[in-house]
């Protein structure tokens, strides 16, 4: 979240993924949004917590932002070639 906060602090726009924990339903992504994040930064960044078609949805974020944050990128089930396209 930190990272994620540090280009939205930059302006730029920020898709954080957090597969992991599954997004804003989950209290410990809230609380690490509320303690990692500047209010300039916060504003910046879109938490996703479930992504269905990984590569398909990659790829379309990727169109509109310019950052994308994965937590975990092993849970999205994708390869290191997957990731670099």
Do not use: H, W
């Given at each position: 979240?930190?990272?994620?906060?540090?280009?939205?602090e930059?302006?730029?726009?920020?898709?954080?993924?957090?597969?992991?924990?599954g997004g804003?339903?989950?209290?410990?992504?809230?609380?690490?949004?509320?303690?990692?994040?500047?209010?300039?930064?916060?504003?910046?960044?879109?938490?996703?917590?479930?992504?269905?078609?990984?590569?398909?949805?990659?790829?379309?974020?990727?169109?509109?932002?310019?950052?994308?944050?994965?937590?975990?990128?092993?849970?999205?089930?994708?390869?290191?070639?997957?990731?670099?396209?």
């Open positions: 979240m930190q990272i994620a906060n540090g280009f939205g930059l302006n730029k726009k920020v898709v954080y993924i957090d597969y992991e924990q804003m339903e989950c209290k410990d992504t809230i609380d690490s949004l509320n303690r990692n994040t500047t209010p300039q930064g916060k504003r910046n960044i879109l938490v996703k917590g479930y992504v269905e078609k990984p590569m398909q949805e990659l790829k379309a974020i990727s169109q509109i932002n310019d950052v994308i944050v994965a937590d975990s990128v092993t849970d999205l089930k994708i390869t290191a070639d997957q990731l670099n396209e």
